[in-house]
Every structure is written in C-alpha cells, then in structure tokens.
C-alpha cells in the first residue's frame, strides 16, 4: 500500500510537473506573440512620425523658398525705386496742411480759379531724404517678411 501511495504521489508531481512545464511553452508563446505585435506597433508608429516630420520638413522647405523670394522681390523693388529716386524719374512729395498756419509760409486755402492744379498743395522732398525714407520702408519690409516667415514656420510645427 505504501509502494502504491509512494507511486500516486510520484505520478502526480510528474503530471503537476508535466501541466507546469505545457503552460511554461503557451504563456512563452503567447509572450512572445505580444512582444511581436508591440514591435510592430512600435515600428508603424515610427514610420507615421517619420511621414510627418518629413511633410513638416517639406513644408517648412517650401515656406522658406516662399518668404525668401518675397524677400528678394521686395529688395529688388526697393532697389529700382531707389534707383528712379536718384537720377530725378521719381520724386517723393508730401501734402501740405494749407491750414497750419506753424509752417512759416502761409497757403492759400484753395486754388484760385486761374490755377491749373487743383490737387492740394505739395512739397518735394529732398532726394537724400527720399533715400532715407526709402531705407527705413525697405528695413521695414524686411522685418514684415521675416515676421511672416517667423509666424508660418511656428504655425507648421504647432500642428
């Protein structure tokens, strides 16, 4: 009886042993299932950041070569007028307040009847001043454009 007790007890620590060892190889396959299908999640997720930051990056490209011949427009604009305000095509004039009578040199109010010119009256601007005037509105392009440009690269990458 004892041999036979002795016996059932070695039985069931091998099929204990023999249950251990089969859930062992299903939770270690099962284990290794989920690690794959994380990898592959893992790697899709890389590959969609990848496709972002590479249309960010086009985007940005593009924004660039955008603002950078708004940048060269605008220079070559300011460059011609600076040009036609040098040799006299083009004379920069600013109104006169007939009005003030603080200018030293009264105005009539109004033309007169046998006056060709009935805009109101104007002052030429010395050409020195003119190119003065003409750097600051050309500095202040600049910074128009570099703010723009500041304003989409931000606006691109808040996305």
């Given amino acids: 009886m004892r041999f036979l007790g002795g016996l059932r007890l070695i039985g069931v620590c091998l099929l204990v042993v023999a249950v251990w060892q089969v859930q062992a190889w299903r939770y270690g396959s099962q284990l290794e299932q989920q690690a794959d299908l994380n990898a592959q999640a893992a790697s899709l ?9 590479l249309a960010l990056e086009q985007q ?8 950078a011949q708004e940048l060269i427009d605008a220079q070559r604009n300011q460059a011609a ?8 095509d083009v004379r920069l ?3 006169l307040d007939a009005a003030d009578r603080t200018l030293g ?5 109004a ?11 104007r002052a030429r601007l010395d050409p ?24 989409a690269y931000v606006r691109a990458v808040g996305r």
């Fill in 45 to 53: 997720r890389q590959q969609a950041e990848q496709k972002k930051r």
């Fill in 60 to 67: 940005l490209s593009a924004s660039d070569r955008q603002h």
């Fill in 81 to 88: 007028l600076r040009d036609r305000l040098a040799t006299a």
């Fill in 93 to 95: 004039s600013v109104l």
């Fill in 105 to 109: 040199c009264p105005m009539p109010a």
């Fill in 111 to 121: 033309t007169t009847s046998g006056g060709v010119v009935h805009a109101a009256p």
């Fill in 128 to 151: 020195a001043h003119a190119q003065r005037i003409i750097a600051i509105t050309d500095d202040g392009d600049n910074a128009l454009i570099a703010l723009r440009a500041c304003q």
